[in-house]
């Protein structure tokens, strides 16, 4: 692996894990918070709910920030600011500056979690993508296994507020890695590790698309101007262009055929931005957001459809401001990607499918069959071993068999340990349910890994921020939709409780997981050519250029 990827993979790594830590730590703090500050327990879910509703929101128009700024440095503000959220929140004096700095720590968490598959995006060649996208998965698994056991251990000893102190230095140590490492460019991603020498815009290629022959459509040379794109006249590459920088003149990349890359992220003016756009999607997430953990409480059921009521509104307007917007928040190419959006929709009903067994399953195994959080813990730990060990053997099963088998296999596997979960009683013993939580692990992780890697591959390296960030709230926006959907269920059936034999949730999880196998469907079906984007075919009306 080139020296220069090595950062760029363990900020993504790191940034990615600590997220995921910080989650499932809070989760464990959360009743001795409410008892050492005196709050209520609305007041608690808020600690909660305010840095998920920050996060949906903004995570699109944080990828789109990476895009234009680069993402090593959005990373690095994103991540140096969540370590400066966390002291605020360990030395907070009451209940309600933990709630708003936990909203900051949202905003900085949207910063940080697009940038995290955007770098990987500049930095990686398409063909070497999957393994660092498996190898961010499995440690991701692995702090979401690990959290409530470090979490439990901390606040036995030290109290609730360790467990925030907890995320400061590996945050503050990326923080300063990202301001400290270059930026990736374009010509850096080819399949060669070898340093490149020509880094100026007039020697940049388009990465993993070489073009031997200098005469193809679309390329210009100093010496053979084009008309209509390079003036007549002497060598301009390292000259200043009027209108234009000389390190924004970049039109033998952009103009190359098939590319529909944007203008390059040097232009200027706040509207390139559409902050219209992000503020409209910003409503319409966070209102989602919003409805969905607001029905998930008892006597929320007329908050929430308010909160989804206003989200409709809200996208429809977005929706309309998008189709006029000279550059929309969501690029049009982006959105008219089949991979692209069938992976999304998969890692939707994935995530979806999985938090929602969940929430159903630990309320059996506890309520129900009356185990204790470590046993209910070591009931679950198939899956979370499964993720940890499945994800590095995803890359080889996606060049070997293709990403749309692969995935179509994962959601397989994922509605089938819903199903069989929906079939236990209160009999069930420790093999059947590590049965079940296996299958949701391997399902999943395979899921995860091949869509993710799908998303990144198939988006243009100039949206690679969005793509991320669409990936990201798909990974937010799913579990609040699951548990949603699930205690919904449970209060129309409320004869059957958590027995999951006896009620309805799970076998509509199994559903909506059945829903990802159309979606894997959808995805990129060849073999040992794992997601690279097809070779885009010659404009009409003209022929490819052959030497004789």
Known sequence: MNRRRVPVLACSVVGAAVVALDGTVLTVAQPALQRDLHADV????WTSTGYLVAVASLLVFAGRLGDRYGHLRVFAVGALGF?????GIALAPGIGAVIALRVLQGVCGALLQPATLG?????FPPDRLATPIAVRTAVIGLAAAAGPLVGGALVSAYGWRSVFLLSVPPTLAIGLLALTTREPRPRETGASDRPVPDRSAAGRTIPDRPVPDRSAPGRTTPHRPVPGR????PDVSDQTVPGRTASGWTAPDRTAPGRTDPPPRTDPGLSALDPLGALLLAMTLGLLVHGLVATARPGGAWTGAVACGGAVVAGVVLARHERRATRPLLPPELLRS????AGIAVLLAASAALFGSLFVATYFLQDVQRLDPLACALRFLPLALLMVLGAPLCPPLQRRFGPRRTATAGAALLALGVLLFSRLDTTAGALPVGVCSALLGV???????TATSVVVHRAPEAHAGVAGGLQQTAMNVGPALGVATATLLLALVPDGGFVPARGVALPALAAIAALALPAALALPGGARRGTRPEPVPPRPGREPCVRS
């Not at 399902?443 to 890994?449: D, E, I, P, R, S």
């Open 230 to 233: 390079m003036a007549p006249g």
């Open 338 to 341: 089949g991979p692209v959006v």
């Open 119 to 123: 770098m990987l995006r500049t930095a």
């Open 42 to 45: 609305g007041q608690v879910q």
């Open 443 to 449: 399902g999943f992780v395979t899921l995860m890994v």
């Open 83 to 87: 370590a400066a959220a966390s002291v």
